[in-house]
C-alpha cells in the first residue's frame, strides 16, 4: 500500500524563447510546496520524474523546501507532449507566441483542436509518438510504482501526463483528459492510493500550500 503524490511543475515560462525554463515565480511555487509538506511532517520513500528542465527544477525547490535530497528515477515517459508541434498540425502559417488575452484564448483552441486529432490518429504532429504510445509512457510510470513501491511517493511531471494518468485511472474518454490538463495549475498536487493491483483517486488539482492571504496571489496555471 502506498500514496503517490503527482505534482505538475512550477510556473514555466510561457511566451519566452525556452518554456522550458520554471520562473521566478515558480521556483517560489515549488519551494512552497515543500515547506507546506515539511510542516505537515511528510516525507518521500521514493521520487520520480520526467527529464525535462522545469521537472529537475520543481524537484529542487520542493526538496530545498522539504529539506531532503532523494536521487529521482528519471522517466521519459513523463515528459509532456510537444504543444508547438501539435499545434503545427492545425494551424495553418507560422506560429506567433501569443501575448494578449486574445492571442492566448486562440492558442488554446487550436491545442484543444490539435490534441483531439492527435488523439483519434487523424495527425501524427512532428518529432511526437502517437497518442497510443505517450499513454504507454505514463502508465508504464504508474505499474512501476504499484510494482516496486510502498509509502509516499513524490512524482514530478506536467500537466498532460498528470491528466492521462488520471483519466487512465478513472477510465474515462481521452476527451476529458485535454479538460483536465488545462485546469491543472502549476505546482497543483493530485493524490492516488495505490496497492500492486490498482491506482485509486483521491485528490484532484489542489493547491492547499498556495490558499493563505500570503501566496493566493501565487496560482498561475502556465
Request: glycine share 10%; proline share 5%.
Amino acid at each position: 500500500m502506498g500514496q503517490l503524490y503527482l505534482v505538475r511543475h512550477g510556473q514555466a515560462s510561457l511566451g519566452a524563447d525556452d518554456y522550458d525554463q520554471l520562473s521566478a515565480l515558480g521556483a517560489q511555487q515549488s519551494q512552497r510546496l515543500g515547506e507546506h509538506w515539511r510542516a505537515q511532517g511528510l516525507q518521500f520513500d521514493a521520487v520520480i520524474t520526467g527529464t525535462l528542465k522545469r521537472h529537475a527544477q520543481t524537484l529542487q525547490g520542493i526538496q530545498q523546501g522539504l529539506g531532503s535530497n532523494h536521487a529521482p528515477l528519471l522517466w521519459p515517459g513523463l515528459n509532456e507532449y510537444d504543444s508547438e508541434a501539435v499545434i503545427r498540425t492545425v494551424q495553418k502559417g507560422p506560429l506567433t507566441k501569443p501575448t494578449t488575452p486574445e492571442g492566448y484564448r486562440e492558442h488554446f483552441r487550436l491545442l484543444r483542436d490539435g490534441l483531439t486529432q492527435w488523439m483519434a490518429g487523424v495527425v501524427s504532429p512532428q518529432g511526437m509518438p502517437s497518442y497510443v504510445d505517450f499513454v504507454k509512457g505514463v502508465t508504464s510510470a504508474l505499474d512501476h510504482v504499484r510494482q516496486n513501491h510502498e509509502g509516499n511517493v513524490l512524482l514530478v511531471s506536467s500537466g498532460g501526463p498528470i491528466a492521462t494518468a488520471v483519466a487512465q485511472v478513472l477510465r474515462t474518454s481521452p476527451e476529458t483528459s485535454i479538460e483536465l490538463n488545462l485546469r491543472i495549475r502549476n505546482s497543483a498536487v493530485s493524490e492516488f492510493n495505490f496497492n500492486p493491483k490498482r491506482h485509486s483517486l483521491i485528490a484532484f488539482n489542489t493547491i492547499t500550500h498556495l490558499e493563505s492571504p500570503t501566496h493566493k496571489d501565487w496560482i498561475t496555471y502556465a
